[in-house]
T-cell receptor, first 116, second 113 residues
Framework: DARVTQTPRHKVTEMGQEVTMRCQPILGHNTVFWYRQTMMQGLELLAYFRNRAPLDDSGMPKDRFSAEMPDATLATLKIQPSEPRDSAVYFC??????????????FGPGTRLTVT | QQQVKQSPQSLIVQKGGISIINCAYENTAFDYFPWYQQFPGKGPALLIAIRPDVSEKKEGRFTISFNKSAKQFSLHIMDSQPGDSATYFCAAGYTGANSKLTFGKGITLSVRP
């Protein structure tokens, strides 16, 4: 049963600390998305990659957030320094962009981040 | 500017009833309209999706109705069950968007026993 995995599932940290969230996309998927979910804003797209190259990170605060794909099996989202307003659930999703399935996205279980 | 708007914001339905969730979009370039279902503590999961070349798609108790001229689509859940209680997101995407989906804010459905 192929699924997206995310670590850690929960993270509590103090303001100013660096936070790294990791995602393992489904094997064979060539597109990876990072979302942030809050009650107020709903699901916000932060960044996404195709074939490990960043396509769009316009939804991400540039000064403190960064996203990378060191290899095809790992995507990372870093926040440095973290702030209380970053508290949210961060989801990774993966998909494959081909003719038959250009849009389907499979979400991971999320990382619940609390910044105190 | 919110390109995909859902209504109502929340919905309470009795077991066995029909749940109807509506979604309106603005960008006429959208050509893919999925609904995602999210249970507490889980990530959203694709429930059902439709393309604009059909007006309706049914999968089990779930039906999408699509009205291209009104730029609206809706999710109907027949014979609603308590297990359907979740948050539902509509979304939209188009070929030029590199697989990116624009999500609505989500609505919470509660099905009372």
């Amino acid at each position: 049963d192929a699924r997206v995995t995310q670590t850690p599932r929960h993270k509590v940290t103090e303001m100013g600390q660096e936070v790294t969230m990791r995602c393992q996309p489904i094997l064979g998927h060539n597109t990876v998305f990072w979302y942030r979910q809050t009650m107020m804003q709903g699901l916000e797209l932060l960044a996404y990659f195709r074939n490990r190259a960043p396509l769009d990170d316009s939804g991400m605060p540039k000064d403190r957030f960064s996203a990378e794909m060191p290899d095809a099996t790992l995507a990372t989202l870093k926040i440095q320094p973290s702030e209380p307003r970053d508290s949210a659930v961060y989801f990774c999703a993966s998909g494959r962009r081909d003719r038959e399935y250009p849009y389907e996205q499979y979400f991971g279980p999320g990382t619940r981040l609390t910044v105190t | 500017q919110q390109q995909v708007k859902q209504s109502p914001q929340s919905l309470i339905v009795q077991k066995g009833g029909i749940s109807i969730i509506n979604c309106a979009y603005e960008n006429t370039a959208f050509d893919y309209f999925p609904w995602y279902q999210q249970f507490p503590g889980k990530g959203p999961a694709l429930l059902i999706a439709i393309r604009p070349d059909v007006s309706e798609k049914k999968e089990g108790r779930f039906t999408i109705s699509f009205n291209k001229s009104a730029k609206q689509f809706s999710l109907h859940i027949m014979d609603s069950q308590p297990g359907d209680s979740a948050t539902y997101f509509c979304a939209a995407g188009y070929t030029g968007a590199n697989s990116k989906l624009t999500f609505g804010k989500g609505i919470t459905l509660s099905v009372r026993p």
